[in-house]
T-cell receptor, first 117, second 111 residues
Framework: DTGVSQNPRHKITKRGQNVTFRCDPI?????LYWYRQTLGQGPEFLTY????????KSRLLSDRFSAERPKGSFSTLEIQRTEQGDSAMYLC???????????????FGQGTRLTVV | SQQGEEDPQALSIQEGENATMNCSYK?????LQWYRQNSGRGLVHLIL?????REKHSGRLRVTLDTSKKSSSLLITASRAADTASYFC???????????FGDGTTLTVKP
């Protein structure tokens, strides 16, 4: 396993179009997170999955955003009717729970850079 | 806001010198983690320190945690040009493991 994989790495889209990003976490990591990062800022939490269940969504995640993790493995993040303010790096991370220990590190992918023109 | 805040925002040092970055946060935590990010890339996990720990080491990295002051520090000893990156602290408040990040310290190590 080579780590968390995100596709595509870059996406340029016109305002109003829909986009979908994919994240493949590290195998057997049951927790998966999506973050958004803009230039000069730290990542902002968007949503979190424990296996296939979406357990938390940030208020940052408007109705235009939806995320799924249908089989508890890969995840997709869809943005509908994109706006220029959606331009950012979208980061995915996964982490294991070891013997019920929830204090484990998160492994990040390289991100998908979205530019809305 | 519950996010961690790093200090300083930017730090420039010569190769071989030590670099110290600080992080402050506002509420009780489960753990605190430090990450490195090279320009335009993903984040690389450096160290996790639990709320009941006071200090951890990993190679040239030393992290301290003072829960009474709600602060942490990251020390990089004998810095190298390859350490040039942004460094973020992330605080974890719940068992969900969701991290809340600060805006980072940009470290430049001059050869």
């Amino acid at each position: 396993d080579t780590g968390v994989s995100q596709n595509p790495r870059h996406k340029i889209t016109k305002r109003g179009q829909n986009v979908t990003f994919r994240c493949d976490p590290i195998s057997e990591h049951n927790r998966l997170y999506w973050y958004r990062q803009t230039l000069g800022q730290g990542p902002e939490f968007l949503t979190y999955f424990q296996n296939e269940a979406q357990l938390e969504k940030s208020r940052l995640l408007s109705d235009r955003f939806s995320a799924e993790r249908p089989k508890g493995s890969f995840s997709t993040l869809e943005i509908q009717r994109t706006e220029q303010g959606d331009s950012a790096m979208y980061l995915c991370a996964s982490s294991p729970t070891r013997g019920g220990d929830m204090n484990t590190e998160a492994f990040f992918g390289q991100g998908t850079r979205l530019t809305v023109v | 806001s519950q996010q961690g805040e790093e200090d300083p925002q930017a730090l420039s040092i010569q190769e071989g010198e030590n670099a110290t970055m600080n992080c402050s946060y506002k509420t009780s935590i489960n753990n605190l983690q430090w990450y490195r990010q090279n320009s335009g890339r993903g984040l690389v996990h450096l160290i996790l320190i639990r709320s009941n720990e006071r200090e951890k080491h990993s190679g040239r990295l030393r992290v301290t945690l003072d829960t009474s002051k709600k602060s942490s520090s990251l020390l990089i000893t004998a810095s190298r040009a390859a350490d040039t990156a942004s460094y973020f602290c992330a605080t974890v408040f719940t068992n969900a493991g969701k991290s809340t990040f600060g805006d980072g310290t940009t470290l430049t190590v001059k050869p």
